[in-house]
């Protein structure tokens, strides 16, 4: 059995993460959503386990210490981090795992699992995507450029990834990332145990 693939989905803040992994998912239920654990305190209607993990700060320390996270960050005062235990065991059986998470920890993840595969998802152009913002209507002026600002410094990330997705439409852009994982797939090092034994 071939290992899964640890699927890393990024971009700037509205690129359209979110919309373009949960229609990837529908798509594609063979690929399972990594759930993360965080030290924030769950909304209403979110459950322990399937949203997030909910621990405790302590905890979450003490989980650090052992290295049992993939990657971390704290954010905004609360961690959130990738259980690695319940990773490597569910790509070990052969499963697609999907990481949806910031610039930062996806880095972290190329660190200790080369073989992950990077996508970064941008905009189809600035304007496009300073109107995206906009749109929410969550923003004053001032947050509004400070978001677009950090959105510019984390698109000059993205040439450290594998792979480059514009999200023109959510539709073209799901297409492309399959077409990357049946690439992915077809690798000579992922598939070297099938035909290539001495």
């Known amino acids: 059995m071939n290992k899964g693939l640890l699927i890393v989905v990024s971009g700037a803040s509205g690129t359209g993460k979110g919309t373009v992994c949960k229609k990837l998912l529908d798509d594609m239920p063979k690929i399972s959503y990594s ?44 961690y959130y981090g990738t259980p690695l235990n319940e990773i490597e065991m569910r790509l070990n059986c052969g499963e697609d795992i999907l990481l949806e998470i910031d610039t930062q920890g996806a880095l972290n993840v190329k660190k200790r699992c080369p073989e992950s595969v990077l996508i970064f998802l941008l905009p189809p152009s600035l304007e496009e995507l300073r109107k995206r913002i906009e749109g929410r209507g969550t923003e004053t002026p001032e947050s509004l450029e400070r978001r677009f600002n950090a959105a510019k410094e984390e698109i000059s990330i993205g040439k450290k990834y594998d792979y480059v997705v514009v999200n023109d439409t959510v539709e073209f852009a799901v297409e492309k990332i399959k077409s990357i994982l049946t690439a992915e797939k077809c690798r000579t090092d992922r598939n070297s145990s099938c035909l290539f034994s001495d």
């Open 35 to 78: 759930v993360s654990a965080t030290t924030r305190e769950p909304r209403p209607g979110e459950k322990d386990g399937r949203e997030y993990y909910f621990l405790s700060r302590e905890r979450f320390e003490e989980r650090i210490s052992k290295n049992e996270f993939l990657e971390y960050a704290e954010v905004y005062g609360n």
